[in-house]
């Protein structure tokens, strides 16, 4: 079975500071992993994901993850914010095809950045 | 191209009412899966849809359901509403490629308040 654990439930940062968002996750195969995010009275949206090669990703918005296979960890990273970043941001695994669980996402509980001006 | 849409946004029942929500797919998407998101917890799998199979289904009571029509629209059903169901139920679609992970692209949601 896999889990996914974010390690801050908020995080407040000034406008144009980086931020770092954690996500560890435990699983005993191999698993494909996604950041969503998901602004006031809306669903999610795609902001990145890694399957496979470089563990170095780069998303929407100026976002990128890194990978790591050896703390079973995928961070969220921007090095300047906004105060339109304010939203809820959600760390994702799925097992990759083949898995009888394939396309079933499961999700951390989420991080809450708060941009202040 | 058009997103996915769910319908209604909003719902309010009662106890031991039945609800059905209702969800469209993005064109040629022929996967749809269900979450629940509560504040207490977060975002579960409900079930997955795929040429109007069930795929894969999460841990609820049989009181949640689902179905999948031709066009890949889907709907889920709950009976005997209790309040414990009040939540945001957010319907994603993919391309449902078989041998390959999709990226799963989600809708607006269904509030749903059950007083």
């Known amino acids: 079975a896999q889990s996914v654990t974010q390690l801050d439930s908020q995080v407040p940062v000034f406008e144009e500071a980086p931020v770092e968002l954690r996500c560890n996750y435990s699983?005993?195969?191999?698993?494909?992993l996604f950041w969503y995010v998901q602004y006031p009275n809306q669903g999610l949206q795609l902001l990145l994901k890694?399957?496979?090669?470089?563990?170095l990703v780069k998303g929407i918005n100026g976002f990128e993850a890194e990978f790591n296979k050896s703390q079973t960890s995928f961070h969220l990273r921007k090095p300047s914010v906004h105060i339109s970043d304010t939203a809820e941001y959600f760390c994702a695994v799925t097992p990759p095809p083949g898995s009888s669980n394939t396309g079933k996402l499961i999700f951390g509980q989420g991080t809450t950045l708060q941009v202040k001006p | 191209k058009a997103g996915v849409t769910q319908t209604p946004r909003y719902l309010i029942k009662t106890r031991g009412q039945q609800v059905t929500l209702s969800c469209s797919p993005i064109?040629?998407?022929?996967?749809v899966s269900w979450y629940q998101q509560t504040p207490g917890q977060g975002l579960q799998f409900l079930f997955e849809y795929f040429s109007e199979t069930q795929r894969n289904k999460g841990n609820f009571p049989g009181r949640f359901s689902g179905r999948q029509f031709s066009n890949s629209r889907s709907e889920m059903n709950v009976s005997t509403l209790e309040l414990g169901d009040s939540a945001l139920y957010l319907c994603?679609?993919?391309?449902?490629?078989?041998?390959?992970?999709?990226?799963?692209?989600f809708g607006p949601g269904t509030r749903l308040t059950v007083l």
């Open positions: 064109s040629g998407h022929r996967s």
């Open positions: 994603a679609s993919s391309l449902g490629q078989a041998g390959r992970t999709d990226t799963q692209y």
């Open positions: 699983s005993s195969v191999s698993v494909y």
């Open positions: 890694y399957l496979s090669g470089s563990t």
